[in-house]
């Protein structure tokens, strides 16, 4: 069912609002974390290494889809809150009919390039042949990881969060089954992992796909265009800094797994372990801000902006609330966690272990800094601020990157870890300010000063 948040209590409609995208955090987690927990326990460390190796590079295509899903669900969700059916289901079908063609562009240059990205990151002979078959595969699902994201954006936008959560349980826990039973039934190795979310998520995408489309037959408006080059553009206006905002992460950290893969094996191994925790609780933190942008762009469309304020209340509140539970599940129970992934019984996996155990109680105190600063950056791109936006996340990655190469020489592994808590400080602090800048400015609205919806 859609959803209108710009009526009614702020704080109960979007802590219900938030809650499926909660849980649908847990679930989509499990997706990477099943393939390395099982390559790691029923494999080896380096079956663990190698998707560890591959995993920046499937960042990358994954950023983009998520670039999509953020422009287009700004768009959607403006569109909605206006009342305007007609210009949002052009703004929909448009959404997945360019996604779609996007996808395929991306499987053709993915499948060809993936040895050389591999090659670039310095990944280490003995791992390469798995991770680029891992990575291949990987690439022809591109199409299914892209229609379910946007789709996904889409049911968000229109205030459903409930719907592709639902699908998402399904596919994660039969991506769990698959993984098992290629893996340490059939003995496929690291491709059976990659193959079981290659069908997992097919069929979720599709599943998907077909219920947004009967949803949106539902919804009662006048004639509308299925694709509209002027819709594009101004989904493009929000997809594109979005797109490079995301891809601009992936490939800074891109620059970090070149550096972690020449500390050797075992600190891969580790770092492949922590990275999908660390993952777990920023995507929690962002799950969070998906919503209260959501939120944001409904009311401002609406032109009820005495809300967006209330809005980013809550959000940073439910945020900090979450990263408290995490920094102290990190700091406490690290070595434990850590060894989900790793068979303690293998002697070999000590260094390793130790490795993910440090990346942990380093940069787990710091989740307070990006759970505001994601906080703050939602109301920024649910207001179509993305100027500010894009200032705020390439702030941070840059800053992560430059003290990462500056500090390993010097402290090794260590120097690296320390990048993190220093990027999400300054860049915290950046985007508080540029909230602050747009509140005053959204105050201004509402008192008369301006008349038409910030740009």
Known sequence: M???MTQGKVAPI???????????VVFQQLYSIADSVIAGRCINKDALSAIGASYPITMIFLAIGMGMNNGCSVVISTLFGAKDYRQMKTAVYTSLISTGVLAVVLTAAGYFTSGLFLKLLGTDESIFPDSQTYLNIYVFGL??????NICTGIFTALGDSNTPLYFLIGSSLGNIGMDLLFVAVFKMGVAGTAWATFICQGICSILAFIVLLRRIAKIKSEKFKRFEWKTLGKISALSVPSILQQSFVS???LFIQGLVNSCGTDVVAGYASAIKLNTFAVSSFAAVGNSTASFTAQNVGAGEYKRV???????????????????????IF??????????????D???AAEAGRHFLTVVAPFYFAVSLKLAADSVLRGGRRMTSFMVTTFSDLILRVLFAFILKPRF????????????????????????????????RINNGAISRSPK
């Open 309 to 331: 304020k209330t809005g980013f209340g809550v959000g940073a509140i439910v945020s900090v609330g979450i990263a408290a539970v995490f920094t102290a599940a990190y700091v």
């Open 334 to 347: 690290s070595n434990s966690l850590i060894y989900i992934f790793m068979d303690e019984t293998q002697g």
């Open 349 to 351: 996996t000590l260094a």
């Open 143 to 148: 199409l299914f990881l892209f229609i379910y």
């Open 14 to 24: 979007l802590l219900k609002f938030s809650l499926p995208l909660l849980v649908s």
């Open 251 to 253: 490939v800074g950290q």
């Open 2 to 4: 859609v959803k209108d």
């Open 412 to 443: 090794g592994a260590t120097g690296i870890w320390l990048s993190w808590p220093v990027g999400w400080v300054i860049s915290g602090a950046i985007s508080i300010t540029l909230y602050i800048i747009y509140m005053r400015k959204i105050n």
